[in-house]
């Protein structure tokens, strides 16, 4: 599976998942469309921040 997105220079690309299975593995299929949908990523700080063409939003940040 790979995704291709980018917005002012920042690029998502050439993702990969393994074949193992683990719960939770009816998400995948979910975050993975997800992150296709993709049109814009934003990065502050420790602040990772996706966006769809629909407004939806993921927000991932950094753990200490």
């Known amino acids: 599976y790979s995704a291709f997105v ?3 220079g920042k690029r998502l690309d050439a993702m990969t998942t ?3 299975a683990c719960d939770g593995m009816e998400l995948e299929p979910v975050f993975l469309n997800a ?3 993709l ?3 934003d990065q502050a700080g420790d602040t990772l921040t996706l966006t769809d063409g629909t407004g939806r939003v993921m927000v991932f940040r950094r753990q200490p």
């Open 6 to 8: 980018v917005d002012k």
């Open 18 to 20: 393994t074949e193992m």
């Open 35 to 37: 992150l296709a949908a």
């Open 39 to 41: 049109t814009r990523i």
